[in-house]
């Protein structure tokens, strides 16, 4: 009897190198704006949120708060907090793939690869960023309907608090991806973490005069510190008077100092660099 010989064929899986590594971050990132492009009622929906607290309560609450206002429309100083939630709510729900994925057997396939871990969240970062700068833009877009000028310095401003805030929320979307098991319990925390989160941000109301219980929740919550600097920001391209900058932008204060924009740009990109270390550190010692 003659024994069947199959053919061996020889595979050979490459080394890993920082090209092979930057390589992987760009497939998952790709593959996340994909997905995103793909879906174009997701893409309506993510934007429904902004443009209701921008147009609707900031046009039905106009009447109530134009006497201390001192003539600034009220939709102008929601513009630059609905900018950053815009950013928020994108980010994190673009952290979602990541459970999704793991909810959908996906993620195995990514982890079998030649590529460690640390790519795959970066991609995802990196992906989830794009995605919320994106929603962004589109709202920056609509600036003079809120009376905000199209000032190159305005807009390239902007649009970099932007892509900072994009990869520092979706690093804290991570972190909590990474140690839930179920799309639904994200959903719930994230609406848990965040919606109290902007609310205390400042970006429907001056941060002066506070009560010292919301003071105190103000100076602690990440977000104000991308809010108060995308308000100075735009405030300093608008024509408004003295008293109205007063009390529209105070800014934020530590016990009377009030934070350089600086120092809250920093504090922003530490908080992200952190985050994403914490989220890669649980990552790899999971699955």
């Given at each position: 009897?003659?024994a069947?010989?199959?053919?061996?064929?020889?595979?050979?899986?490459?080394?890993?190198?920082w090209?092979?590594?930057?390589?992987a971050v760009?497939?998952?990132?790709?593959?996340?704006?994909?997905?995103f492009i793909g879906n174009?009622?997701q893409?309506?929906?993510?934007?429904?949120?902004p443009?209701?607290?921008?147009?609707?309560?900031g046009?039905g609450?106009?009447?109530?708060s134009?006497?201390?206002?001192?003539g600034?429309?009220?939709?102008?100083?929601?513009?630059?907090?609905v900018?950053?939630?815009?950013v928020v709510?994108?980010?994190?729900l673009?952290?979602?793939?990541?459970?999704?994925d793991?909810?959908?057997g996906?993620?195995?396939?990514?982890?079998?690869?030649?590529v460690s871990r640390?790519?795959?969240?970066?991609g995802?970062?990196?992906?989830?960023?794009?995605?919320?700068?994106?929603?962004?833009?589109?709202?920056?877009a609509?600036?003079?309907?809120?009376?905000v000028?199209y000032d190159?310095?305005?807009?390239?401003?902007?649009?970099?608090l932007?892509m900072?805030?994009a990869?520092?929320?979706?690093?804290?979307?991570?972190l909590?991806?990474?140690?839930i098991?179920?799309?639904?319990?994200?959903?719930?925390?994230?609406q848990?973490?965040?919606?109290?989160m902007?609310f205390?941000?400042?970006?429907?109301?001056?941060?002066s005069?506070?009560?010292?219980?919301?003071?105190?929740?103000?100076?602690?919550?990440?977000?104000?510190?991308?809010?108060?600097p995308?308000?100075?920001?735009?405030f300093?391209?608008?024509d408004?008077?003295?008293?109205?900058?007063?009390?529209?932008?105070?800014?934020?204060?530590?016990?009377?100092?009030?934070?350089?924009t600086?120092?809250?740009?920093?504090?922003?990109?530490?908080?992200g660099?952190?985050?994403?270390?914490?989220?890669?550190?649980?990552?790899?010692r999971?699955?």
């Amino acid at each position: 009897m003659s024994a069947a010989v199959a053919d061996v064929i020889a595979a050979r899986i490459p080394e890993r190198s920082w090209r092979s590594e930057a390589r992987a971050v760009k497939v998952v990132a790709q593959r996340e704006l994909l997905r995103f492009i793909g879906n174009r009622a997701q893409m309506a929906m993510w934007l429904i949120q902004p443009l209701l607290f921008l147009f609707v309560l900031g046009s039905g609450l106009q009447s109530l708060s134009a006497a201390s206002t001192h003539g600034v429309d009220l939709k102008t100083f929601m513009f630059p907090g609905v900018l950053c939630i815009t950013v928020v709510f994108t980010g994190m729900l673009s952290a979602a793939s990541l459970v999704w994925d793991r909810e959908l057997g996906f993620l195995n396939e990514f982890l079998v690869a030649p590529v460690s871990r640390t790519s795959i969240l970066l991609g995802k970062c990196l992906g989830g960023s794009l995605i919320a700068v994106s929603q962004a833009v589109v709202i920056l877009a609509l600036a003079p309907l809120v009376d905000v000028p199209y000032d190159p310095v305005l807009i390239l401003g902007a649009l970099g608090l932007v892509m900072l805030l994009a990869l520092t929320i979706t690093s804290f979307g991570l972190l909590i991806a990474v140690s839930i098991k179920q799309a639904q319990t994200f959903t719930s925390t994230m609406q848990l973490l965040v919606i109290p989160m902007y609310f205390v941000s400042g970006a429907l109301y001056p941060v002066s005069g506070l009560p010292a219980w919301l003071g105190v929740l103000n100076r602690i919550d990440p977000i104000t510190y991308a809010v108060d600097p995308m308000r100075r920001l735009v405030f300093d391209h608008l024509d408004i008077s003295a008293a109205a900058r007063a009390t529209l932008d105070p800014g934020v204060t530590w016990f009377g100092w009030r934070v350089p924009t600086a120092l809250e740009v920093a504090m922003l990109a530490m908080l992200g660099l952190g985050m994403m270390a914490l989220a890669i550190a649980r990552f790899s010692r999971t699955e």
